[in-house]
């Protein structure tokens, strides 16, 4: 049977050493996959690569892998990061999913004077990009940040990370030309449905770091802002 299977354990990784499944880990391999002894899975850390390992041990609520060998080394580059204001029901799972699956480094969500959700689940969010990571075949998985304010988060913004806004009411460069030659140390901060108030983006054009951009005439969903 091919190693298809991925999963993220939070722990160092090597040759001959062996890896405890935690219970929902078990469970997945053994209840969902229908996996068993001496069936292949792949594993990483998001620092030691990615490794084969085969289950030496199969139970209910628990699993012992054996690390085989290294499949690939840990290569990927750091990938920007991305500030954005939650949405509802569904639609932050689905961001985080796909920017987890399009490289993204660290994830912010951040209440704005328009945000119409008050409080984001982190571990929820977490494990969201965990199996984004594990289904897309990344080596990482993103830093998953507390939601806090935009004054908190312009204040603790690193000054020499670039932070591209999208302003929505077309008023900033186009992303694609500004985003062509920036690099991956970059951020990205996208606003909620009703997009930044007036006074957000006067404040955004006053700090030396942020550059507004836009992303053309259309008027998208946030979600889909977040993702362009």
């Known amino acids: 049977m091919a190693a ?9 990784l090597g ?4 890896v405890e499944a935690t219970v929902d880990q078990a469970h997945y391999l053994g209840r969902v996959m ?3 002894v001496g069936d292949p899975v792949l594993l990483f850390n998001g620092q030691d690569g990615e490794w084969r390992a085969e289950i030496a041990r199969m139970d209910k609520r628990a699993a012992g892998l054996v690390i085989m060998e290294k499949t690939r080394d840990q290569s990927e580059a750091p990938g920007p990061w991305l500030a954005f204001a939650p949405v509802k029901k569904t639609g932050t799972d689905f961001i985080v999913q796909k920017a987890t699956e399009l490289g993204t480094s660290r994830l ?3 209440a704005t004077a328009n945000t119409q959700t008050g409080r984001t689940n ?5 494990a969201q990009a965990v199996e984004a990571a594990e289904q897309c075949e990344r080596l990482s998985v993103p830093e998953v940040s507390d939601m806090t304010d935009l004054d908190t988060l312009l204040a603790d913004w690193p000054q020499d990370r670039p932070l591209f806004a999208l302003d929505e009411t077309g008023g900033g460069a186009p992303l694609a030309v500004i985003a062509a030659t920036a690099g991956a140390a970059v951020g990205f901060l996208v606003g909620p449905e009703g997009g930044f108030q007036a006074r ?10 942020i550059t507004p951009v836009t992303l053309g005439p259309r008027i998208l969903r946030a979600e889909t802002a977040c993702l362009a």
């Open 200 to 209: 957000e983006l006067d404040r955004f054009a006053k700090l030396p770091f």
């Open 15 to 18: 040759a001959s050493t062996t």
């Open 34 to 36: 229908r996996l068993g």
């Open 108 to 110: 912010m969500p951040v």
């Open 4 to 12: 298809g299977i991925r999963l993220y354990v939070d722990g160092p």
């Open 122 to 126: 982190t571990e929820r969010l977490r």
